[in-house]
């Protein structure tokens, strides 16, 4: 019935991809995750980054192998120690593979302090994957290999705390502490900041007015007097673990606005896109809308905000613990071990008690450099 | 350079080195804009329309790049006793004082989206006044003098009033009137308009046209008209020059670019558009494919795979160059060589 | 009117009013009426076009008349094949999913109206999958056949849409629609953002598969040169007002609405030996939150009485299927685009 009289035959446009090349054929058929791996690929200091996270995550989950001692393992004879130095050749220039000498106290007459030195007299050769210290591996795993090990004598890479303390291994234990508050709380926010941006956006109305209120309102308070206020209110008596737990909840009740909006703002621009209306058009229900095309769409960016909000969370911890108000001994966490650091004298004479930060700077920079390379990556259709 | 010329583009090339590849998005342009006169850019979105007009007053987005060519320009500015002289754009910084001064004191621009065009922050009015105190030495009330009559004088009433709005208080209509203003508020002596009426409705496009050819003849500018849509074109050019996949391929006066094409993609491209007529409906021509990626530029001619004149072993090897039919009328295609 | 037989559909009395939200807690004071009293009828088998400047209110008719958001007010009447005519609007949600099987749609915006995260195939096949209309053997074999006829080739159909051209993806969301091969497809602005070239195939395809497949099109459009090739009635909107409605021949040669006549006289002609003489249109498109009283266009229209400015013109049957509202437009003298 149309006004047109078409007469000629239908004459087949564009196949003109008859040669297809491979390399093409699998860029088009790339999922998202290749596709975003594709562009992540070219940052590289985001690869040094995930390099370095990486490395985190295996200091993480073998704390006990990676570390010679326990966190509260004491060298009695070796307070406020600094770092030893590891050797490869004796004093008559002999190499020995790799070695450490032991350390004796002695009394210096002219100082009238002790002195530690090193005792020259017999080396102490360093083992990998030797037997040391037992342990239970995330106390539930019984084990005693540890990556190195020296017989007879201690190896104090980090050198020791005020109590004989092997620095590196309770950095180790500490660094385990961090990321997994970093984690848990990452968690506690992603699935709030999914929840309620979720509700708010999807039934919109006085529902997500009212969400949008408390939001603001939450992050319109200072973080540090929140935090303290909070933390304040944890009382004294509770376990360490408790309050372990405690802080890692109170990070997350407090990191989950950021993501929640995000949420909300992808869900009604979802709303409104047209693949969405052509899916409803379609006769697709409700779940499927929401399970095949807006979580796929909004994955990316929500990885994305986990990843940046992590650095928060481990400064969130470092800081509360730093003065005090988060986590105390026995839990040590990068946070409790710079306690030790608190002041000007105590890094000058013991400069060692300081390495903890170096750890929370570099995960918190490889953090935010990967943040930058997934942010950049996360819609790799934009063109 | 020809006396009537105000510019002249001499083989001027311009690429994009990205990660994927080098694109060339300009290959080879040859054009002149004589004095006062409305040159027509026609070609499908890619062909590289905006990056010519770009090149002109060096606002390339990076990180293109003028590889090659000449950008000659007719001008007072620049010139010792104020005498006409010939600069080469091509050849100036971008950064320079003298382009800055080109830049609206000689040459302005209209962009499709006026909204970007101006900021959201000033008024209107203040925005229109500073590009004048910028070029011109005037007195801050003369300014304001200038501008409520530009205003006026481009369809805006109430524009005493109007000055003080900010640009998100206009409609698209009327900030695109409010752009054209502001183009014209120095007086240059050529507007480039990079698809100024793509994103308004008929009725405004057809008002626009208008005013833009009541300022060619009070103002006396040339205008370099840059759109996809043929029909406008047809209503508003002088000349037409038409590209594709950053070539010029026809160019001639509008009467030959619409009656009397030479090239193969002019003839398809004015026989692919609806027509409205009392005459039977026919099938529209089509050209077959689509535009090519600018990583996959066709050897030979870069039209020849979608050509439906295309000569196997002739315009797949041969790049083709312009021939001239007389009277300006040039076509750069291997059926006349 | 024509007949109940060559009914597709009717239209009667819809509105859309959009409440605007202001103020802290979102307490509602204005409307923008998008869709405003609208009545017309869709015949089987034709092309219906709807005409009219951005944010008259042609999107929002056009996804109403699916049912794909609820309307404020009014009808909109299916005489299927193989059913009772039925008011869209008073389907359960049951019924209405099982609708979907009878109409589709196509959008303007090649980019975002494919998912880019679904391949060429999974995108076809999700009428098929979502409204449980085949069974799973079937579908591979549905898919192949309807790519085939839009144009789609077999070998794309592994690929993300982000491999092609905005032709290639528009033809796959042809695909997408005809795949449950539904009788009418509401076309919106199908080919606004392509290029000529590209215009013109999408434009012959649309075509040709009327002709084969027996559909019926409401074709919503801007540009009028593409209404007038494509259409076989067409009705033009102003402020979510329907002010004209003819057959094409009717509606480009003798307009009946003065709206009608200044779009018409706007069209630039592709040819330079064609001039134009586009009629100027007083004062700015008004706010549709606040249009003006009586008559929208009055404040615009160089024929207005004050009449105009104080009732709402009738929506009334001139000539045979010519409908205008306009309070002269029994007796203006209007021109049309065929000189
Ligand atoms: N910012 C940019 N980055 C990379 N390539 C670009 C950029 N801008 C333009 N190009 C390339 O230059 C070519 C011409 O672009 P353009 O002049 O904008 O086309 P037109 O205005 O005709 O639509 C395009 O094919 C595109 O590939
Ligand atoms: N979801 C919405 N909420 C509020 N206003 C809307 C919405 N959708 C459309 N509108 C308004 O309704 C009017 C008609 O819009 P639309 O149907 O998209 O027009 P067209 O398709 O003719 O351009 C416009 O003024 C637009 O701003
Ligand atoms: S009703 Fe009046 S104002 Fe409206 S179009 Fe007709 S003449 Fe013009
Ligand atoms: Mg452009
Ligand atoms: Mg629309």
């Known amino acids: ?383 | 350079m020809n006396e009537n010329d105000l510019i002249e583009i001499k083989n001027l090339r311009v690429s994009f080195p990205l990660d994927e590849g080098t694109v060339q998005a300009l290959d080879g342009i040859d054009l002149s804009i004589p004095k006062g006169k409305v040159i027509g850019i026609v070609g499908e979105s890619g062909c590289g329309k905006s990056i010519t007009a770009r090149s002109i007053l060096q606002i390339i987005p990076p990180p293109g790049k003028i590889d090659q060519g000449e950008i000659l320009l007719r001008t007072k500015l620049g010139s010792m006793n104020d005498d006409e002289h010939i600069i080469d754009l091509a050849k100036l910084k971008p950064d320079s004082d003298l382009l800055r001064q080109i830049r609206w004191g000689e040459i302005s621009m209209v962009f499709q989206e006026p909204m970007t065009s101006f900021s959201a922050y000033h008024s209107l009015g203040d925005q229109i006044m500073e590009a004048l105190l910028m070029h011109k030495d005037v007195s801050k009330e003369e300014a304001r003098q200038a501008a409520i009559e530009m205003l006026d004088r481009v369809g805006i009433p109430n524009a005493a009033v109007r000055l003080n709005q900010f640009p998100h208080e206009f409609s698209g209509g009327m900030r695109q009137r409010a752009m054209i203003g502001m183009a014209l508020i120095c007086n240059p002596s050529m507007l480039i308009a990079d698809e100024p009426t793509t994103s308004l409705d008929v009725t405004i496009q057809a008002q626009m046209l208008d005013l833009m050819k009541d300022l060619r003849r009070d103002f006396g500018s040339s205008i370099m008209f840059i759109t996809h849509n043929l029909g406008v074109i047809a209503q508003i050019a002088d000349e037409v020059s038409i590209m594709y996949l950053g070539k010029i391929v026809e160019q001639g006066t509008t009467m030959d670019i619409f009656h009397d094409q030479k090239h193969p993609y002019t003839s398809s491209l004015v026989e692919a558009i609806p027509k409205i007529s009392d005459a039977r409906k026919k099938r529209l021509t089509t050209i077959r494919g689509s535009v090519p990626s600018p990583f996959e530029r066709p050897s030979g001619c870069p039209f020849h795979n979608r050509c439906p004149k295309m000569m196997p072993g002739v315009c797949d090897v041969k790049v083709p160059t312009p021939i001239d039919f007389g009277n300006g009328h040039k076509a750069a295609c291997l059926l006349y060589e | 009117m024509p007949g109940d037989d060559q009914l597709l559909l009717e239209v009667k009395n819809l509105k859309k009013y959009f409440p605007i939200r202001r103020g802290a807690f979102g307490t509602v004071k204005k409307t923008v009426k998008a869709v405003d009293r609208v009545s017309f009828f869709i015949k089987k088998g034709e092309t219906f076009g709807l005409v009219g400047e951005s944010g008259s209110g042609k999107t929002t008719t056009g996804r109403l008349i699916l049912r794909a958001m609820e309307p404020t007010e009014g009808e909109v009447i299916y005489h299927l094949e193989d059913r009772e005519p039925f008011d869209l609007m008073k389907l359960s949600k049951k019924e209405l999913w099982e609708f979907r099987r009878y109409s589709q749609m196509i959008f303007q915006d090649p980019y975002s109206s494919l998912n880019p995260r679904m391949t060429v195939r999974d995108i076809v096949a999700e009428p098929l999958i979502a409204t449980k209309a085949l069974q799973k053997e079937a579908v591979t074999q549905r898919i192949r056949e309807t790519a085939k006829k839009c144009q789609v080739s077999i070998e794309f159909l592994r690929r993300y849409p982000h491999a092609f051209s905005g032709g290639q993806r528009q033809r796959i969301g042809i695909a997408r629609a005809l795949v449950l091969n539904p009788p009418f497809i509401v076309c919106d602005e199908p080919v606004s953002a392509l290029d000529v070239s590209i215009q013109a195939q999408i434009l012959n395809l649309l075509n040709d598969l009327q002709e084969e497949l027996d559909l019926t099109y409401l074709f919503i459009a801007h540009d009028l040169s593409v209404v007038e090739h494509i259409c076989d009635r067409v009705g033009v909107m102003y402020l979510g007002r329907l002010f004209e409605m003819a057959t094409t021949r009717d509606l480009f040669f003798s307009p009946r609405h003065p709206y009608t006549e200044a779009l018409m006289s706007a069209i630039p002609a592709a040819d330079p030996s064609i001039i134009m003489e586009p009629i100027k249109l007083t004062g700015e498109i008004p706010s549709p939150i606040n249009p003006p009283e009586g008559c929208s266009f009055h404040p615009r229209c160089r024929y207005a009485q004050p009449i105009c400015s104080q009732s709402i013109p009738e929506w009334k049957e001139y000539s045979p299927e010519h409908f205008a509202a306009c309070h002269f437009a029994g007796e203006l003298e209007l021109k049309g685009a065929f000189k």
């Open chain 1, 1 to 383: 019935m149309s006004a047109l009289n078409s007469t000629p035959p239908v004459e087949i446009p564009d196949l003109e991809e008859q040669t297809m090349d491979r390399a093409k054929e699998s860029f088009y058929t790339a999922t998202q995750f290749q596709l975003m791996w594709l562009k992540f690929r070219r940052h590289k200091l985001a690869i040094i980054g995930m390099f370095v996270l990486a490395l985190f995550l295996i200091a993480m989950l073998f704390a006990e192998f990676l570390a010679p001692y326990g966190s509260q393992s004491r060298d009695a004879d070796y307070l406020f120690g600094k770092p030893q130095s590891i050797h490869f050749f004796d004093d008559d220039g002999n190499f020995r593979g790799m070695f450490v000498y032991s350390v004796i106290s002695q009394f210096n007459i002219d100082t009238m302090q002790v002195d530690l030195v090193e005792d020259r007299s017999e080396i102490r050769p360093v083992n990998f994957f030797a037997k040391g210290e037992p342990y239970k591996m995330w106390g539930l795993i019984k084990g005693d290999l540890h990556l190195f090990h020296v017989e007879d004598a201690f190896i104090h890479l980090f050198g020791t705390d005020s109590l004989g303390r092997d620095v590196y291994s309770r950095v180790i234990f500490g660094t385990r502490t961090s990321l997994s508050i970093g984690f848990i709380g990452v968690i506690i926010s992603f699935i709030l900041g999914l929840a309620i941006g979720g509700v708010s956006g999807y039934f919109g109305g006085l529902i997500d007015d009212i969400v949008q209120r408390m939001i603001e309102f939450i992050r319109s308070i200072p973080t540090l007097p929140l935090w303290m206020s909070l933390a304040a209110i944890l009382p004294k008596e509770w376990s360490p673990l408790r309050v372990y737990f405690a802080v890692t909840v109170l990070l997350g009740f407090l990191s989950w606005t950021t993501l929640a909006r995000r949420v909300r703002g992808k869900l009604i621009s979802m709303r409104e896109e047209d693949f969405v209306f052509a899916a409803r058009i379609a006769g697709s229900s409700d779940a499927r809308i929401i399970w095949r095309h807006m979580i796929p769409a909004f994955l990316s960016y929500i990885i994305v905000d986990l990843t940046v909000s992590f650095p928060a969370m481990i400064l969130g911890e470092t800081t509360l613990s730093f003065i005090g108000l988060g986590l105390r001994e026995p839990v040590v966490s990068w946070g409790v071990l710079l306690q030790a650091s608190q002041n000007i004298k105590a890094i000058e004479q013991h400069p060692w008690l300081f390495f903890p930060a170096i750890f929370v700077v570099i995960s918190v920079l490889a953090f935010s450099l990967v943040g930058d390379g997934m942010r950049d990556a996360a819609d790799p259709y934009s063109h």
